[in-house]
T-cell receptor, first 112, second 113 residues
């Protein structure tokens, strides 16, 4: 059974810092991995999707990497801003399922 | 393009009462998902529809939860009777087809007292 873990559960950093969020999964037989952002009272917004054959994806100040063999992904946020404050969730889709399995998220606060 | 719509946004009920949530997916999206997100946890898939058929309902507590998508467009999720542990945000998502990227609605926050 696939389990997804995100560390840390919460993170507070001053504005301008570069930071890394971690995601680990127990079953390496994944089809893809996705990072989402969730703002309070709102739904999830997809940030980056990495196919199992890819090593990383970049969008603006965000860079996500995937090491399928070790069951790990990282989301790197460069030059953080207060507007980046949100909960970041990673989710994996298995090879034989259309279901997304989510981690519990990392709650990020970027202080001005 | 209009996003996924959900209503109501908030609902407070007493335990043992019933409640229903409504979701209207993005136009043309064949696949619709209902998730339950308990505070401090990630979303958990309850049920997945492809058009008006159920693809996966393995994590739906069928003794109290039901869902339908009769015409393959909008969907309702019902809880009857509600328990305290059903307090959560219920998220609806849709995608063009199975396996494609999911677009999420704002969710319905349910509080059971």
């Amino acid at each position: 059974k696939q389990e997804v873990t995100q560390i840390p559960a919460a993170l507070s950093v001053p504005e301008g810092e570069n930071l890394v969020l971690n995601c680990s999964f127990t079953d390496s037989a994944i089809y893809n991995l996705q990072w989402f952002r969730q703002d309070p009272g709102k739904g999830l917004t997809s940030l980056l999707l990495i196919q199992s054959s890819q090593r990383e994806q970049t969008s603006g100040r965000l860079n996500a990497s995937l090491d399928k063999s070790s069951g790990r992904s990282t989301l790197y946020i460069a030059a953080s801003q207060p507007g980046d404050s949100a909960t970041y969730l990673c989710a994996v889709r298995g090879d034989s399922s259309y279901k997304l399995i989510f981690g519990s998220g990392t709650r990020l606060l970027v202080r001005p | 393009e209009a996003g996924v719509a959900q209503s109501p946004r908030y609902k407070i009920i007493e335990k043992r009462q019933s409640v229903a949530f409504w979701c209207n997916p993005i136009s043309g999206h064949a696949t619709l998902y209902w998730y339950q997100q308990i505070l401090g946890q990630g979303p958990k898939l309850l049920i997945q529809f492809q058009n008006n058929g159920v693809v996966d309902d393995s994590q739906l507590p069928k003794d109290r939860f039901s869902a339908e998508r009769l015409k393959g467009v909008d969907s309702t999720l019902k809880i009857q009777p509600a328990k305290l542990e059903d307090s959560a945000v219920y998220l609806c998502a849709s995608s063009t087809d199975l396996g494609f990227g999911q677009y999420f609605g704002p969710g319905t926050r349910l509080t059971v007292t």
